[in-house]
């Protein structure tokens, strides 16, 4: 029944290890984003990807790297984590165009 | 590039006022505007949303106004519940799939 759903909920790791996010939409839409929300609650896009291809790369580090092997699926991986990458991290899924997103119900992690 | 300020970061009110919280767009260009709550643990979520055509929008206790010669928009909440409170984003959009978000509003209703 989910629309958007990530795994892990919660993710704790230590500094220089690498994970990955996961995420699934079963909205039928073409189009799914990564956003970063930090202590302060501010939401940041990181990436956006349409059809399977790259459309938004924002200013992130090149140790965050989007996977989309079909358009129902977007992960994110992240190499050597470091303290400053805790947050909490939205996938969404919308149509073509920016309207009606639709949000997962995040990731929280923490880097020890 | 786009920028959404939003006011007030918090607001505390009693049960059965109403809420009014204001944003502010940079780009003339924007077009699409959606309001997201979000509540403890949980994702933002799509309450109510305008285009930039129409001048408001109501979905029974919540309204939305927009001002393009101004670029403001406005989440109106009516007779509010404690179920109300929450973290309510503005957001704002040119269409090229991203949705640039305001710092968002901590709601609190007071029983």
């Known amino acids: 029944d989910t629309a958007v759903s990530q795994t892990p909920k919660y993710l704790v790791t230590q500094m220089g290890n690498d994970k990955s996010i996961k995420c699934e939409q079963n909205?039928?839409?073409?189009?799914m984003y990564w956003y970063k929300q930090d202590s302060k609650k501010f939401l940041k896009i990181m990436f956006s990807?349409?059809?399977?291809?790259?459309?938004i790369n924002e200013t992130v580090p090149n140790r965050f790297s989007p996977k989309s092997p079909d358009k129902a699926h977007l992960n994110l991986h992240i190499n050597s984590l470091e303290l400053g990458d805790s947050a909490v991290y939205f996938c969404a899924s919308g149509p073509s165009g920016g309207h009606g997103y639709t949000f997962g119900s995040g990731t929280r992690l923490t880097v020890v | 590039g786009e920028n959404v300020e939003q006011h007030p970061s918090t607001l505390s009110v009693q049960e059965g006022d109403s809420a009014v919280i204001k944003c502010t767009y940079s780009d003339s260009a924007s077009n699409y505007f959606p309001w997201y709550k979000q509540e403890l643990g949980k994702g933002p979520q799509l309450i109510i949303d305008?285009?930039?055509?129409?001048g408001e929008k109501k979905d029974q206790r919540i309204a939305v106004t927009l001002n393009k010669t101004a670029k403001h928009f406005s989440l109106h909440i009516t007779e509010t519940q404690p179920e109300d409170s929450a973290v309510y984003f503005c957001?704002?959009?040119?269409?090229?799939?991203?949705?640039?978000f305001g710092t968002g509003t901590r709601l609190l209703v007071s029983p």
């Open positions: 957001a704002s959009t040119t269409g090229f799939q991203k949705l640039v």
């Open positions: 909205l039928g839409h073409d189009t």
């Open positions: 305008i285009r930039s055509n129409v």
């Open positions: 990807y349409n059809n399977k291809e790259l459309i």
